[in-house]
Structure formats: C-alpha cells, structure tokens
C-alpha cells in the first residue's frame, strides 16, 4: 500500500515552459488536492476533486489546471510557468472530511 | 470562511520538557481541527484531530490537544520533548472537508 505518490520529486522549469505534476492514490478515496506550500505561508489549496470528473477551484487556482478522469489520479498542470510558481506543491487525499493523507512533495523552481 | 493562526514561528525547548504549540480557530460554524507534523523533505503526517467526540483529543507519538470553544482554541502539547520530536506543525481547520485552511507553521527546535 503505497498511500499518496508524486512525480517527480524536484523539477527546474524555464518562464514560460509547461509540465504537468502527477499525483496517484491507492487508497480508493474520492476526494483529492493540491497544495503549495511558500516558506512561513502554510499550505495554500490549489485546486480540488471530490470524485472523478469533477473539480473545483481552491483558494489559489490561478496558473494552475486540474482532470481526474480516474479515482487513482489528480494531475496538476502549469501551462506557462512563472517565478512566482516557485514552491513545493503537496498533493493529499481522503474520505470526505476524514483525514487527509499527503505525498512527499515534488519542489518546483522556475528561472 | 475559516482560518487558524499559530502563534509563534519557532518554538525551542530543552529535551524533557513540556511542549506547548498555540492554535487558535475562526469558525462561523462548529469546525474540525486538525495537527500535522511535517519532518524535512516530507510530506506532513497526522498527529490527532477533533470531531466533536471530546474535547481532550489524544494523537500518535504523546501529544494531545484540547479543544476550547470559549477560547477558540486548540493547543498542542506533549509533557515531555523527544530529541525527534524536532519537526515544523501545522495547525488546520475545516467545515465542509473540501476547504482545509492551514496555519503558517511552528517550527519546534529540542535541544539537548
């Protein structure tokens, strides 16, 4: 039982460049998310889904792009990089509003 | 909408110490609140949460929080600091489930 994993760990991106941050569960949850944390800012919610092919916007959804067309995966997509997306992007999941389980990170820098 | 506030960016205790880590909450409605533990270059693991069963909630590795509603609180402490308790916290709050908002982090130092 692997729980939440993402790829890839670190990534360095140009301005302007795209790529796409994969996050996979194994835990049959229906609810998944994605964070960035900024240092001294906590987690920031990115975008969410409470269940394949539905998604919602968090607090901080611009720049960003979300699909689940499966339960198991929750990409994320960043179509035209930016400085400011300079972070370490976390993705969780969970049972409605049980606990959320998170992946390792995969830290982003854009230069 | 919610939001916790944590006071204090960094905390330092000495080992066998009492830890104590501040949480407060703004809830229109009654909240579930929760602490995570993030070690470096992890991902943040659960420590305990409050569901409304009771007020004292008792996490994983000795650490417990109280819930007070008079006091919008729900401190973290642990009564005597372990060398690996030395880690950053995160208090949340959530309503709906789809909306966890997150303190900024304590960063807790043990010195020996």
């Known amino acids: 039982n692997a729980g939440v994993t993402q790829t890839p760990k670190f990534r360095i991106l140009k301005i302007g460049q795209s790529m796409t941050l994969q996050c996979t569960q194994d835990?049959?949850?229906?609810?998944m998310y994605w964070y960035r944390q900024d240092p001294g800012m906590g987690l920031k919610l990115i975008y969410y889904?409470?269940?394949?092919?539905?998604?919602d916007k968090g607090e901080v959804p611009n720049g960003y792009n979300v699909s689940r067309s499966t339960t198991e995966d929750f990409p994320l997509r960043l179509e035209l990089a930016a400085p400011s997306q300079t972070s370490v992007y976390f993705c969780?999941?969970?049972?409605?509003?049980?606990?959320?389980?998170f992946g390792p990170g995969t830290r982003l820098t854009v230069l | 909408a919610q939001s916790v506030t944590q006071l204090g960016s960094h905390v330092s205790v000495s080992e066998g110490a009492l830890v104590l880590l501040r949480c407060n909450y703004s809830?229109?409605?009654?909240?579930?609140l929760f602490w995570y533990v993030q070690y470096p270059n992890q991902g943040l693991q659960l420590l305990l949460k409050?569901?409304?069963?009771?007020?004292l909630v008792k996490g994983i590795n000795g650490f417990e929080a109280e819930f007070k509603k008079s006091e919008t609180s729900f401190h973290l402490t642990k009564p005597s600091a372990h060398m690996s308790d030395a880690a950053e916290y995160f208090c949340?709050?959530?309503?709906?489930?789809?909306?966890?908002?997150f303190g900024a982090g304590t960063r807790l130092t043990v010195k020996p």
């Open positions: 969780a999941s969970s049972q409605v509003t049980d606990t959320q389980y």
């Open positions: 835990m049959n949850h229906n609810y």
């Open positions: 889904s409470v269940g394949a092919g539905i998604t």
């Open positions: 809830s229109s409605v009654p909240p579930y």
């Open positions: 409050y569901t409304s069963a009771a007020t």
């Open positions: 949340a709050v959530s309503v709906t489930g789809n909306d966890m908002r």
